[in-house]
């Protein structure tokens, strides 16, 4: 390889080069992700704490310590479990759309 070559990605593809006609990147994915994941942080946040008060209340907690552990506890799985649904929905919707191009029997045929 020369100096001046492009190297190409481990698949083998040139990261310049437009995509392929069937694999288009959809307009506005990135931007629409990135308030997808921001709203799903505060989500997270705001649910877990939520979340953990209410099991606070229900078993009858009153130390504000043993409160504020069961709190950050619950904010720590909340959290990635709303990151999760988020991508979740984010690949399904770029699957859906590939499956739609496709057709319904799968990849297309060889004429």
């Not at 995509?19 to 994915?29: A, D, E, L, V, W």
Request: proline share 12%; net charge positive.
């Amino acid at each position: 390889m020369t100096r001046n070559s492009r190297q190409l990605h481990p698949e083998g593809t040139d990261p310049g080069a437009s995509p392929p006609p069937g694999k288009r990147k959809r307009p506005g994915s990135r931007p629409l992700l990135a308030v997808a994941l921001a709203a799903a942080a505060l989500g997270g946040l705001f649910a877990g704490a939520h979340a953990a008060d209410l099991i606070s209340d229900w078993i009858g907690i009153a130390s504000v310590p043993v409160r504020l552990v069961l709190k950050v506890a619950c904010v720590a799985v909340a959290i990635p479990g709303a990151f999760y649904v988020v991508e979740r929905g984010f690949l399904s919707r770029s699957t859906r759309g590939e499956r739609n191009e496709r057709g319904p029997s799968g990849p297309p045929s060889e004429p």
